[in-house]
């Protein structure tokens, strides 16, 4: 089945063998759902991102894998490209200089500070490093397996707090659980990791010379203690 998102710059389709030709579709796998919701609370830089991915000459058909299946899929010819933070984790591809960045973010229920608490249950994916944070009391992480149960148990009050990209999290739409007033406490730099290929080193091209990336894939770096390589 397949269903156009992005108002049509975007295929998601089901599984089947990734064409090679350079007219066909360019198959991108992410752990990411990129649909209208993800589009309308997306920062505007991670909008950018996946919006001129999407409005490339070639269409762009995204397919949703867990990032521990990334390598099998492109070895299986199962996708053309992949979202993915550490290219050189992944041989025999290539990467787009450009990149968007996710920043993960404490956030608590509304009324509550964390920061004066003399103790606070912290859930945190348990993929993820556990960072430092700017915290008066004691802090005690829990490892979760998902954003949906982390969001699940702060709002009922089984935890002080939690850690999660604030686009995703903002895609539960709950009023009642709001962002502290921290800096970003983890730092993601994503890029579009493809196999190597002469149709998507064109694509590749392509794709960085509509960013406005031609040299580099720089993007302004801030305090990268936190900088996580394998989380996408």
């Not at 156009?4 to 063998?17: D, K, N, T």
């Not at 450009?98 to 993960?104: N, P, T, Y």
């Not at 348990?126 to 949906?148: K, T």
């Not at 890029?191 to 080193?201: A, G, H, N, Q, V």
Request: aromatic residues 8%.
């Amino acid at each position: 089945m397949r269903a156009a998102l992005f108002f049509g710059l975007f295929i998601v389709s089901g599984l089947g063998v990734s064409g090679a030709n350079a007219n066909d579709a360019v198959r991108v796998a992410s752990n990411i759902v990129f649909d209208t919701k993800w589009n309308q609370h997306a920062l505007p830089g991670q909008r950018r991102f996946i919006t001129l991915l999407g409005a490339q000459q070639r269409p762009v058909a995204f397919d949703v894998f867990p990032y521990n299946r990334f390598r099998d899929a492109l070895d299986a010819g199962l996708t053309d490209c992949i979202l993915a933070s550490d290219p050189a984790r992944f041989e025999g591809t290539i990467a787009s200089e450009s990149k968007v960045r996710f920043e993960l973010r404490v956030f608590q229920r509304i009324g509550a500070d964390i920061r004066t608490l003399p103790q606070v249950d912290i859930g945190i994916l348990a993929n993820l490093p556990r960072p430092s944070l700017s915290l008066r009391g004691e802090i005690v992480w829990h490892d979760l397996g998902s954003l949906e149960q982390a969001v699940d148990l702060l709002a009922a009050g089984r935890l002080t707090g939690i850690i999660g990209d604030s686009t995703n999290i903002r895609m539960f739409g709950r009023t009642d659980i709001i962002q502290v007033d921290l800096p970003p406490v983890i730092t993601v730099d994503i890029s579009l990791i493809c196999r190597d290929t002469e149709p998507l080193r064109e694509f590749l091209s392509a794709f960085d010379s509509s960013m406005g990336v031609c040299d580099s894939g720089r993007v302004p770096h801030g305090d990268l203690r936190h900088m996580v390589d394998y989380a996408w």
